[in-house]
């Protein structure tokens, strides 16, 4: 599953993101990682989640995110949640093509059983019609 935290930079995404997967590893029986295109967020993240910062592995375009992201799973055959912080910029992804990098990542969620959540600086409104239903949280 795909589910999406939207609204426009500044309004509090990555505060949500964060409340979410602190409160996901309490219960969760697989692993958890984090990846944020910094270090930042380190201290305010559970220990037993995995932070990777995408930007020390010179990831420059959506498919290069979606091999990355392919690596990481079969690394980790327990790794249950995924948590994508600032979304288009570790994906190299923009608003016109979002669609097709989140269909990919439907179907490697639905294949691997791993559940991914996104923040992603777009308004709702501004989300092609076919998004809409992943938003878990608007800002």
Not at 11 to 19: A, M, P, S, V, W
Not at 23 to 34: E, F, L, P, R, S
Not at 36 to 62: A, G, Q
Not at 108 to 119: A, R
């Amino acid at each position: 599953m795909v589910q999406l935290i939207v609204g426009n930079k500044g309004k509090g995404k990555t505060k949500h993101l964060l409340d979410q997967v602190n409160t996901i590893i309490k219960d969760a029986q697989g692993n958890v990682v984090y990846l944020d295109k910094s270090t930042k967020h380190m201290f305010e993240l559970n220990n037993k989640i995995r932070l990777i910062d995408v930007s020390d592995y010179l990831v420059t375009s959506s498919d290069e995110f979606i091999g990355f992201i392919c690596g990481i799973i079969s690394q980790d055959h327990d790794l249950q949640h995924m948590y994508f912080d600032s979304f288009l910029k570790i994906a190299c992804v923009n608003e016109e093509d979002i669609s097709a990098t989140i269909e990919k990542l439907e179907t490697i969620s639905t294949k691997f059983h791993v559940d991914f959540v996104l923040s992603i600086s777009i308004d709702e409104n501004a989300l092609p019609e076919n998004l809409k239903s992943k938003v878990i949280v608007s800002l």
